[in-house]
């Protein structure tokens, strides 16, 4: 019919643009790369200004979403993402694994004691998301059963749940660099978070485009080590 047509001009003409892109060769122009908000907050100011004084033509755009982006759309260049992409037409690449685990101040624990274990947690002022299903996704992959409501404080904004830790607002699930640099304490009850797995993700259209190349080669060799 007419709508699959439609769509069906709209993926080629989306595909051209793809292969237009990946035969650039100039280190020059925009590129532009999404990241969730506690990479692009606390990783990417580490590592891209150095990148961008190796390139300074290079325009580099990022796009701050929980989401994943749409890399047939072009909604990004390059995407670092916390789960292996399964699109055939996608080329991924692993780069390392952040550990994680629970945390709170110490302000937090001295004035309403440490949980000791699983059962424990829920007395205690856990910081965790609003709408974002992720926690609790999450907890069913590990055979823990929890809902967002079990949150006492809830937004999907994730750097929030780190500062409002920092202050001593409750317990925090975070990377451990992340927990040790806020002072915090890590947590020891009887569930252990798995570390969370980082991928560079790009189309394979433009996987030789040559600044995109650039960028993912520098992402791999300096993010593991940005904190």
């Not at 451990?176 to 569930?191: P, S, V, Y």
Request: some cysteine.
């Amino acid at each position: 019919n007419l709508l699959e047509e439609c769509l069906q001009m709209q993926a080629s003409a989306e595909r051209l643009q793809r292969i237009s892109k990946g035969a650039e060769q100039q280190l020059s122009g925009r590129i532009r790369l999404s990241a969730n908000e506690i990479i692009a907050l606390f990783y990417l100011p580490k590592i891209l200004p150095a990148f961008l004084d190796t390139y300074p033509e290079l325009s580099v755009e990022i796009e701050v979403s929980n989401r994943a982006s749409n890399l047939d759309k072009r909604d990004s260049d390059i995407a670092i993402r916390m789960f292996r992409p399964t699109q055939l037409d996608l080329v991924t690449r692993h780069i390392m694994d952040i550990p994680l685990g629970f945390y709170a101040h110490p302000s937090y624990l001295e004035k309403y004691g440490t949980p000791k274990t699983l059962e424990d947690f829920y007395n205690y002022r856990a910081l965790g998301y609003d709408r974002d299903l992720q926690f609790e996704e999450g907890g069913r992959a590990m055979g823990w059963e929890i809902h967002n409501e079990n949150f006492k404080f809830r937004t999907d904004f994730m750097p929030l749940h780190l500062a409002m830790a920092k202050e001593g607002g409750g317990i925090v699930a975070t990377h451990q660099i992340l927990g040790e640099q806020a002072g915090l304490t890590l947590l020891d009850f009887d569930i252990r978070l798995p570390d969370l797995p980082i991928f560079l993700t790009c189309h394979r259209d433009v996987q030789h485009n040559k600044k995109i190349r650039v960028l993912m080669d520098y992402l791999a060799e300096y993010l593991p080590t940005a904190l």
